[in-house]
């Protein structure tokens, strides 16, 4: 199975600040990699896919790159909704699905 | 609205069964392949099971494969999750997700979950 390593596993930023968040796959897994956030007692939601291509209604502050092994995530400039937990998941061997661990942003 | 509604969870016993439903509106739900995700208390998210738009493909995690069985039901819209021989590692909240039946094979859509306990 393809394993996904995301890095940091928590964060602390303050409002306004600009964040990276790091995933990192066992094998190369083209752009296939999708980005989600989940907030405590809702289900994810899907931000970016192809590694770099902004979900419909997501703002531009949210941007993601990478190609093969390595990923990120970047939030240009947080906002006080941005407070969450992100995955990111690997769609390469569908339908056999793996996320990262995730990432827990809070507020500094 | 595209939507999807959980349902069937609770509390059972270990070596007990349930079964989750998923209720799809919005979408021409046969033109989607369906996945359950689930996760524990605390922890992230794993993917449990596939289900292609027609059923011809499903899938399993080797963690529940021989226990669970996914289905599907397009007259009605509605996607199951059968749960057998119920393990205290199962309890989580269960999430239906839908994926376009072509490439690119990304979550776009989740269900709000249901909670399934296994506790004696």
């Known amino acids: 199975a393809i394993r996904m390593t995301q890095s940091p596993s928590s964060l602390s930023a303050s409002t306004g600040d600009r964040v990276t968040i790091t995933c990192r796959a066992s094998?190369?897994?083209?752009?296939?990699l999708a980005w989600y956030q989940q907030k405590p007692g809702k289900a994810p939601k899907l931000l970016i896919y192809?590694?770099?291509t902004l979900q419909s209604g997501v703002p531009s502050r949210f941007s993601g790159s990478g190609s093969g092994t390595d990923f990120t995530l970047t939030i240009s400039c947080l906002q006080s909704e941005d407070f969450a937990t992100y995955y990111c998941?690997?769609?390469?061997?569908?339908?056999?699905?793996?996320f990262g661990q995730g990432t827990k942003l809070e507020i500094k | 609205e595209v939507q999807l509604v959980e349902s069937g969870g609770g509390l059972v016993k270990p070596g007990g069964s349930l079964r989750l439903s998923c209720a799809a509106s919005?979408?021409?739900?046969?033109?989607?392949?369906m996945n359950w995700v689930r996760q524990a208390p605390g922890k992230g998210l794993e993917w449990v099971s596939s289900?292609?738009?027609?059923?011809?493909?499903?899938y399993y995690a080797d963690s529940v494969k021989g226990r669970f069985t996914i289905s599907r039901d397009n007259a009605k819209n509605s996607l199951y999750l059968q749960m057998n021989s119920l393990r205290a590692e199962d309890t989580a909240v269960y999430y239906c997700?839908?994926?376009?039946?072509?490439?690119?094979?990304?979550?776009?859509?989740w269900g709000k979950g249901t909670t399934v306990t296994v506790s004696s």
């Open positions: 997700a839908r994926v376009l039946d072509s490439d690119p094979y990304y979550m776009d859509v």
């Open positions: 919005g979408f021409t739900f046969s033109s989607y392949s």
């Open positions: 289900i292609s738009s027609s059923s011809s493909y499903i």
């Open positions: 094998q190369g897994i083209s752009s296939y």
């Open positions: 192809a590694a770099s």
């Open positions: 998941q690997q769609y390469y061997s569908y339908p056999r699905y793996t």
